[in-house]
């Protein structure tokens, strides 16, 4: 008695005489189907074997309306027929033969294509099939063997847009295969495959069997197994290894290369069965397995067993396709859940071996394991094109605000990029046609554009005007480049954007009788400095675009390669990165909003607050940088970065190193007010600002690169140094070796900013909850210590160099002061010395998690003095002083220390405070600033283009840890206080 069909069952289908219904070839391989390519996956032909490759001509019964696994299958039933081949999808039709021109020739009787599909229904009826017999007395249950017709269900709603395409048909094999010239690669392949609405003639019947092999041994791979090899020190995902054979966990595989190098043989062991011998031949990581039972023991054997070599079945081991195994020998100590052991692969040592059993779920009548894979490349695109779009939400924003700034014009930028070395008038001369565009568009804008480049002149004439002009506007002139600020340019205009000089009105300040006070009032910000800036942070913009660019295609492909080898991608590590680009996006995103000028009651321009306040304080990094820029390479080029946080920090960057963001609290108090005027008395201290030195000091210490000096070699590192980083090595014998980067950052503020320096570290601590002076993070010096440290800088500092540094007495209030604070937290100071310092200081009681009674101040302070003394004696001996007046031109000087007070005019905190508020206020929004450059376009830092360059040449397994892991530690963000590194 034939057996009955069930829902669950694994089937073949075979039309007579053409062979069995079989899935072969990727449909977006062949660009001639790209209309079907987005949703099909392989083409259905017919073959003469009934599986031609592992699963390719099975195919598993689902049912559409809810019956049960295991229950018969009728005829007039609804079902999915799900292709066994791996990854295959369902039966689908899909695409009007009149639509594919490859299959337009076998119409009338072809109605439309067959493939298949990752969606088991994929457009309304198109992957269902109703059961319908092949006569019509026959009803009820179907049974091996039975001929049976396939209908499609499309439409399952019964609606249809277009009377000439509404029902789809029965399933046929239809067409030579051979005769196409398109399949040219499947020339075994017997027939299409398609469905018809014709009656007669056609091929519409298919003989249905069961896929029940006699043989004990599957082709199913029922044992699936997670592996990691351990390789220098860490366990690396080697994919995974799906072991066709028996059902049975397997508890000991010994394999070895054959005597021939052409494959691997040996004996594999499954829970209750015994040993069995097996040959496998290689192609790239897949293996064409034989096995063959061992009869030489008396343990049970597997049904159906016999002395014949078994069918070839497949295993898949692993994700490394460019390396022959030649040895695994592991065992199970739990009956099969894991296995541990070695593996050897080719040219490489033996590497430690070990593997899960992988947990699977029947779903849908498919065996999976992972339910939903949240590694699938679709969702990172998905990402990808978020941060894509947010990126370009920027530069819209960057338009809109260099647009906002009063006497922000063409002229104004082309000039200032000519000035710069831009060559503007070449740049618009040689891309005239776009200038003609803009005309034809927009003729009255356009004649005026036109009018304004031919009142202007030519480069030639320009440039002998800024040479002509004065000797600080002929050093600037050279060549860089900077067509990437022309093509900015070249959009403003195409955007009308910026006003052209006849279009902007004149500002009531400036206009004729206005008040020569009032005309001073108006251009006492640096507007030309505002304007480099921003070009700068645009110049930014376009590096942080390409980097993109990079990481993302990078991103994109790994997780794709390693999801084909069956390899865990580093999600991790590359959503690290995302966060941390987004992080700078957003920085770059702020940088720009907050140099917006707003507009006033009158609906003119006018500068904000904060847009100024932002002026004075990129021009304090600016001028922090001056004493040492000339051991920075390419210093001309470094461009810090203010803008306003919710923190204190200088963040570094893994793709470029020109450019510096230094963050600033929102709620520091303001370096400037736009409401000040002369006869106003100034009453707010930006304490805060005085950190932006610090902050600084951060890249001096690690970029600025010093005359090797053997002096500092000590028999325990033996090595010269070339940046302050490389000098503290020499320090690493001290017990606060931890602490050298931010006791140089702490240093340099106090050799730039002199005591304004401590008074800004004190008021960041201060501010602070008062037990957190006692918090150890291994990278700051501990706060109760810190503020003594610094005044003890200025101590050295004053030995070092006295004609600059005059701060014994100012560092004796400072300590003073510290000590006051302390004392008004509860702490008790003991035998407070001349200096203002105590020896020790002890804790209140119910300070908590510290065992300690006391702070031992006078230790601390020992073993940290020669740390301090070393980085200050290179420092006194690298550094340029600079000016102490202000330039005849009216730049601002940047000597050191910033402070022109000393001991013996400033006897009191309050004076140097009156210096801060000087220092920070209107002055230096007005005044220039030497050597402030437009920076040129850079190329991705060449120490990241090197890192990708050997991690794409490595072991893709290794991606994460040699592609991802650098561009992460490249990132890194520095505080004055707090825990430093990634967020």
Same mark, same amino acid.
């Given at each position: 008695?034939?057996?009955?069909?069930?829902?669950?069952?694994?089937?073949?289908?075979?039309?007579?005489?053409?062979?069995?219904?079989?899935?072969?070839?990727?449909?977006?391989?062949?660009?001639?189907?790209?209309?079907?390519?987005?949703?099909?996956?392989?083409?259905?032909?017919?073959?003469?074997?009934?599986?031609?490759?592992?699963?390719?001509?099975?195919?598993?019964?689902?049912?559409?309306?809810?019956?049960?696994?295991?229950?018969?299958?009728?005829?007039?039933?609804?079902?999915?027929?799900?292709?066994?081949?791996?990854?295959?999808?369902?039966?689908?039709?899909?695409?009007?033969?009149?639509?594919?021109?490859?299959?337009?020739?076998?119409?009338?009787?072809?109605?439309?294509?067959?493939?298949?599909?990752?969606?088991?229904?994929?457009?309304?009826?198109?992957?269902?099939?109703?059961?319908?017999?092949?006569?019509?007395?026959?009803?009820?249950?179907?049974?091996?063997?039975?001929?049976?017709?396939?209908?499609?269900?499309?439409?399952?709603?019964?609606?249809?847009?277009?009377?000439?395409?509404?029902?789809?048909?029965?399933?046929?094999?239809?067409?030579?295969?051979?005769?196409?010239?398109?399949?040219?690669?499947?020339?075994?392949?017997?027939?299409?495959?398609?469905?018809?609405?014709?009656?007669?003639?056609?091929?519409?019947?298919?003989?249905?069997?069961?896929?029940?092999?006699?043989?004990?041994?599957?082709?199913?791979?029922?044992?699936?197994?997670?592996?990691?090899?351990?390789?220098?020190?860490?366990?690396?995902?080697?994919?995974?290894?799906?072991?066709?054979?028996?059902?049975?966990?397997?508890?000991?595989?010994?394999?070895?290369?054959?005597?021939?190098?052409?494959?691997?043989?040996?004996?594999?062991?499954?829970?209750?069965?015994?040993?069995?011998?097996?040959?496998?031949?290689?192609?790239?990581?897949?293996?064409?397995?034989?096995?063959?039972?061992?009869?030489?023991?008396?343990?049970?054997?597997?049904?159906?067993?016999?002395?014949?070599?078994?069918?070839?079945?497949?295993?898949?081991?692993?994700?490394?396709?460019?390396?022959?195994?030649?040895?695994?020998?592991?065992?199970?100590?739990?009956?099969?859940?894991?296995?541990?052991?070695?593996?050897?692969?080719?040219?490489?040592?033996?590497?430690?071996?070990?593997?899960?059993?992988?947990?699977?779920?029947?779903?849908?009548?498919?065996?999976?394991?992972?339910?939903?894979?949240?590694?699938?490349?679709?969702?990172?695109?998905?990402?990808?094109?978020?941060?894509?779009?947010? &990126?370009?939400? =920027?530069?819209? $924003?960057?338009?809109?605000?260099? /647009? *906002?700034?009063?006497?922000? !014009?063409?002229? %104004?930028? #082309?000039?200032?990029?000519?000035?710069?070395?831009?060559?503007?008038?070449?740049?618009?001369?040689?891309?005239?046609?776009?200038?003609?565009?803009?005309?034809?568009?927009?003729?009255?804008?356009?004649?005026?554009?036109?009018?304004?480049?031919?009142?202007?002149?030519?480069?030639?004439?320009?440039?002998?005007?800024?040479?002509?002009?004065?000797?600080?506007?002929?050093?600037?002139?050279?060549?860089?480049?900077?067509?990437?600020?022309?093509?900015?340019?070249?959009?403003?205009?195409?955007?009308?954007?910026?006003?052209?000089? &006849?279009?902007? =009105?004149?500002? $009531?300040?400036?206009?004729?009788? /206005? *008040?020569?006070?009032?005309? !001073?009032?108006? %251009?006492? #910000?640096?507007?030309?400095?505002?304007?480099?800036?921003?070009?700068?942070?645009?110049?930014?913009?376009?590096?942080?675009?390409?980097?993109?660019?990079?990481?993302?295609?990078?991103?994109?492909?790994?997780?794709?390669?390693?999801?084909?080898?069956?390899?865990?991608?580093?999600?991790?590590?590359?959503?690290?990165?995302?966060?941390?680009?987004?992080?700078?996006?957003?920085?770059?995103?702020?940088?720009?909003?907050?140099?917006?000028?707003?507009?006033?009651?009158?609906?003119?321009?006018?500068?904000?607050?904060?847009?100024?306040?932002?002026?004075?304080?990129?021009?304090?990094?600016?001028?922090?940088?001056?004493?040492?820029?000339?051991?920075?390479?390419?210093?001309?080029?470094?461009?810090?970065?203010?803008?306003?946080?919710?923190?204190?920090?200088?963040?570094?960057?893994?793709?470029?190193?020109?450019?510096?963001?230094?963050?600033?609290?929102?709620?520091?108090?303001?370096?400037?007010?736009?409401?000040?005027?002369?006869?106003?008395?100034?009453?707010?201290?930006?304490?805060?600002?005085?950190?932006?030195?610090?902050?600084?000091?951060?890249?001096?210490?690690?970029?600025?690169?010093?005359?090797?000096?053997?002096?500092?070699?000590?028999?325990?590192?033996?090595?010269?140094?070339?940046?302050?980083?490389?000098?503290?090595?020499?320090?690493?014998?001290?017990?606060?070796?931890?602490?050298?980067?931010?006791?140089?950052?702490?240093?340099?503020?106090?050799?730039?900013?002199?005591?304004?320096?401590?008074?800004?570290?004190?008021?960041?601590?201060?501010?602070?909850?008062?037990?957190?002076?006692?918090?150890?993070?291994?990278?700051?010096?501990?706060?109760?210590?810190?503020?003594?440290?610094?005044?003890?800088?200025?101590?050295?500092?004053?030995?070092?160099?006295?004609?600059?540094?005059?701060?014994?007495?100012?560092?004796?209030?400072?300590?003073?002061?510290?000590?006051?604070?302390?004392?008004?937290?509860?702490?008790?100071?003991?035998?407070?010395?001349?200096?203002?310092?105590?020896?020790?200081?002890?804790?209140?009681?119910?300070?908590?998690?510290?065992?300690?009674?006391?702070?031992?101040?006078?230790?601390?302070?020992?073993?940290?003095?020669?740390?301090?003394?070393?980085?200050?004696?290179?420092?006194?001996?690298?550094?340029?002083?600079?000016?102490?007046?202000?330039?005849?031109?009216?730049?601002?000087?940047?000597?050191?220390?910033?402070?022109?007070?000393?001991?013996?005019?400033?006897?009191?905190?309050?004076?140097?405070?009156?210096?801060?508020?000087?220092?920070?206020?209107?002055?230096?929004?007005?005044?220039?600033?030497?050597?402030?450059?437009?920076?040129?376009?850079?190329?991705?830092?060449?120490?990241?283009?090197?890192?990708?360059?050997?991690?794409?040449?490595?072991?893709?397994?290794?991606?994460?840890?040699?592609?991802?892991?650098?561009?992460?530690?490249?990132?890194?963000?520095?505080?004055?206080?707090?825990?430093?590194?990634?967020?």
């Amino acid at each position: 008695m034939a057996k009955s069909i069930k829902i669950g069952s694994i089937i073949h289908l075979q039309n007579e005489g053409n062979g069995y219904l079989d899935t072969r070839g990727l449909v977006r391989n062949k660009p001639e189907f790209w209309n079907v390519a987005g949703t099909e996956i392989l083409f259905v032909t017919t073959n003469a074997n009934r599986d031609r490759d592992r699963g390719s001509g099975s195919w598993r019964i689902i049912s559409a309306t809810g019956k049960k696994d295991g229950a018969d299958l009728e005829y007039g039933d609804k079902i999915h027929l799900l292709n066994m081949y791996p990854g295959a999808g369902y039966l689908d039709c899909c695409g009007w033969v009149e639509h594919l021109p490859e299959f337009s020739q076998y119409a009338p009787i072809a109605r439309c294509a067959v493939f298949t599909s990752d969606s088991f229904n994929r457009d309304n009826g198109t992957g269902l099939w109703e059961i319908q017999s092949d006569s019509p007395d026959k009803v009820g249950t179907v049974s091996e063997s039975a001929h049976i017709r396939l209908k499609n269900g499309f439409p399952a709603d019964g609606k249809f847009v277009d009377v000439n395409f509404s029902q789809t048909g029965v399933l046929i094999a239809h067409g030579d295969v051979a005769q196409n010239d398109v399949f040219n690669d499947q020339e075994d392949q017997l027939k299409f495959v398609f469905t018809s609405t014709q009656e007669a003639n056609i091929a519409d019947k298919w003989r249905i069997t069961l896929n029940e092999p006699p043989e004990a041994i599957n082709n199913n791979p029922a044992n699936t197994y997670y592996v990691w090899g351990k390789e220098r020190e860490k366990w690396v995902d080697f994919g995974i290894f799906e072991l066709s054979g028996y059902s049975e966990p397997i508890v000991a595989l010994n394999i070895d290369l054959t005597k021939e190098n052409d494959g691997l043989e040996g004996t594999i062991s499954y829970k209750g069965k015994a040993p069995v011998t097996l040959k496998a031949k290689r192609e790239q990581n897949r293996y064409s397995i034989e096995m063959q039972p061992q009869n030489t023991t008396n343990e049970s054997q597997p049904d159906n067993e016999t002395d014949e070599t078994q069918p070839i079945i497949e295993w898949t081991l692993g994700g490394r396709n460019d390396r022959n195994i030649i040895n695994i020998n592991v065992s199970s100590p739990d009956n099969g859940h894991t296995f541990n052991g070695t593996i050897s692969y080719e040219h490489e040592s033996p590497i430690e071996f070990k593997g899960l059993r992988a947990t699977k779920t029947l779903v849908k009548g498919e065996s999976k394991t992972i339910l939903y894979d949240f590694f699938q490349q679709g969702l990172w695109e998905a990402r990808i094109k978020r941060i894509k779009e947010a &990126l370009q939400t =920027a530069v819209i $924003e960057f338009d809109d605000v260099l /647009a *906002s700034i009063e006497e922000s !014009s063409i002229e %104004k930028l #082309i000039e200032m990029i000519s000035r710069a070395g831009g060559k503007s008038y070449t740049y618009f001369e040689k891309d005239y046609y776009r200038l003609e565009r803009i005309k034809k568009k927009e003729p009255a804008y356009g004649e005026r554009v036109l009018t304004l480049f031919q009142n202007i002149g030519n480069d030639d004439a320009v440039d002998t005007k800024i040479k002509n002009e004065d000797a600080i506007a002929e050093k600037i002139v050279h060549d860089v480049e900077l067509d990437h600020l022309n093509e900015k340019l070249a959009q403003l205009l195409k955007k009308q954007k910026l006003a052209l000089p &006849l279009e902007m =009105a004149m500002p $009531e300040e400036l206009a004729p009788g /206005a *008040s020569p006070d009032a005309q !001073s009032e108006h %251009k006492k #910000i640096d507007i030309d400095f505002q304007l480099k800036q921003l070009l700068n942070i645009y110049t930014l913009w376009l590096s942080m675009n390409e980097f993109w660019e990079t990481l993302s295609t990078q991103a994109r492909k790994s997780i794709e390669d390693l999801n084909q080898a069956n390899i865990l991608p580093p999600v991790d590590q590359v959503r690290a990165c995302f966060r941390q680009f987004t992080t700078d996006f957003e920085i770059i995103q702020n940088c720009i909003q907050q140099r917006r000028w707003v507009e006033n009651e009158k609906n003119a321009a006018n500068e904000n607050i904060q847009a100024t306040s932002l002026i004075v304080t990129d021009k304090l990094a600016a001028r922090a940088m001056a004493p040492l820029k000339e051991f920075i390479t390419n210093a001309e080029d470094i461009i810090p970065i203010t803008y306003f946080s919710n923190r204190v920090n200088i963040r570094q960057l893994p793709y470029t190193d020109k450019f510096i963001f230094i963050g600033l609290m929102y709620d520091l108090t303001q370096p400037i007010q736009v409401a000040d005027r002369k006869d106003e008395e100034i009453t707010t201290t930006p304490f805060e600002l005085m950190a932006i030195p610090h902050e600084v000091g951060h890249f001096i210490y690690r970029y600025v690169n010093l005359p090797k000096n053997q002096q500092h070699s000590t028999p325990s590192t033996q090595q010269t140094y070339e940046t302050f980083a490389t000098m503290s090595k020499m320090f690493d014998d001290k017990p606060y070796y931890h602490w050298c980067e931010e006791i140089f950052a702490d240093l340099y503020g106090c050799f730039i900013a002199g005591p304004f320096a401590v008074l800004g570290m004190q008021a960041l601590i201060a501010t602070e909850e008062k037990h957190m002076v006692l918090k150890d993070d291994n990278e700051h010096p501990t706060g109760i210590f810190r503020p003594y440290f610094l005044s003890e800088m200025l101590r050295v500092l004053s030995d070092l160099k006295p004609s600059h540094y005059q701060f014994e007495k100012i560092a004796k209030l400072l300590d003073a002061n510290w000590t006051a604070i302390l004392e008004r937290w509860g702490y008790v100071a003991e035998n407070v010395k001349e200096n203002g310092r105590p020896s020790r200081i002890h804790l209140p009681k119910e300070v908590p998690n510290h065992t300690e009674s006391f702070i031992n101040v006078d230790k601390a302070m020992e073993l940290v003095k020669p740390i301090i003394e070393g980085f200050a004696s290179e420092l006194k001996r690298h550094a340029t002083f600079g000016p102490i007046e202000e330039t005849p031109e009216g730049e601002q000087p940047t000597k050191i220390p910033w402070c022109i007070g000393n001991d013996s005019t400033n006897n009191t905190l309050e004076d140097y405070i009156r210096e801060i508020q000087e220092l920070a206020h209107y002055k230096l929004a007005s005044k220039p600033i030497s050597d402030f450059h437009l920076s040129s376009k850079s190329q991705m830092k060449e120490s990241l283009v090197e890192t990708m360059a050997y991690a794409l040449k490595g072991r893709i397994e290794y991606i994460g840890e040699n592609l991802f892991k650098p561009i992460l530690d490249g990132w890194g963000d520095k505080g004055p206080h707090g825990t430093g590194g990634h967020m």
